[in-house]
């Protein structure tokens, strides 16, 4: 078996573990940005074996500059959705920002000893 028989290569920007809907990036930033073990990864995500953890750290480890700029180009779209989702957040994150800050009124006139 070849290490690109455990992924699906569904784009240049899209790769999974096969059998899953989990990419690469997924398991790697786990690996290399939280220092988690592979025993760690494989029972954060159920859906993946400790086989299929240790083969994406593999291919990882074998296409490192490939794989470092794939990482880089996730994680940038990713910078990229935060700021967007503040610019124009959905209306249900609008309603919790409301209901939040209506509590946090709340809560400071009931420690003010105030009573509704």
């Known amino acids: 078996m070849q290490i690109q028989d455990y992924f699906n290569f569904l ?3 899209d790769i999974r573990i ?5 990419g690469i990036e997924s398991v790697l930033y786990e690996y290399i940005y939280r220092a988690k073990t592979p025993e760690e990864i494989a029972e954060q995500f159920e859906t993946i074996t400790l086989e299929d953890v ?5 291919y990882y480890l074998h296409n490192k500059e490939e794989v470092r ?5 996730w994680l940038e779209f990713c910078r990229q959705q935060r700021e967007e989702q503040m610019r124009n957040p959905s ?7 409301k209901l939040k800050a209506e509590a946090d ?6 420690e003010s000893g105030n009573t509704v």
Not at 18 to 22: A, D, E, L, V
Not at 69 to 73: E, P, R, V
Not at 91 to 97: E, L, N, S, V
């Open 69 to 73: 700029i794939y990482l880089a180009d």
């Open 11 to 13: 784009a240049p920007d």
């Open 105 to 110: 009124v709340q809560q400071e006139y009931t």
């Open 54 to 58: 240790y083969a994406t750290i593999l």
């Open 91 to 97: 209306p249900a994150r609008q309603r919790f920002r």
């Open 18 to 22: 096969k059998g899953s809907r989990i």
